[in-house]
């Protein structure tokens, strides 16, 4: 399997989305059998990018490499994704808090570092880039 890597700083600005296979940074050939636990919406769809900051630990650390379905746009149920909040390309918790009509759901950003509060954003406020479907553990 060909996975395409991103510069997740150079697609972090405002209203900027994984980009293009074209603008990959990398490309990294994987066998099919090391994704055999995968769940995605297509292995096609999978993308690699490095994870920045704090707010994530002890889940996600600085510099670690993430695996990501692109495909997976829509929060469906709760877990890690990449977003686009309105103010950058964020690996966060999501967790879907539903409202009276579609319309008014919210969903709740959330980091497992304590130091960061977690903070409520209309859906159609957050671009979802992903869902986080593994990360690289180097030992």
């Known amino acids: 399997m060909r996975i395409p890597e991103y510069d997740v700083q150079a697609a972090a600005g405002a209203g900027l ?3 293009d296979l074209q603008d990959a940074s990398r490309i990294w050939t994987l066998p099919r059998s090391a994704l055999a636990g995968v769940r995605a919406t297509s292995l096609n769809n999978l993308a690699i990018v490095t994870v920045a ?3 994530m630990i002890p889940d996600y650390l600085p510099g670690e490499k993430v695996l ?3 495909g997976d746009r829509a929060v469906s149920h709760d877990g890690a ?10 690996v966060k ?3 879907i808090i539903p409202g009276s ?3 008014q759901d919210v969903l709740r950003i959330i980091s497992k570092n304590p130091d960061y509060s977690p903070y409520d954003q209309p859906v159609v406020d957050v671009m979802i880039q992903g869902r986080v479907v593994g990360k690289w553990v180097w030992k």
């Open 17 to 19: 989305e994984v980009p």
């Open 53 to 55: 900051g704090e707010s």
């Open 68 to 70: 990501v379905d692109v």
């Open 81 to 90: 994704y990449i977003i686009h909040n309105r103010y950058g390309l964020v």
């Open 93 to 95: 918790m999501v967790q």
């Open 101 to 103: 009509s579609p319309e």
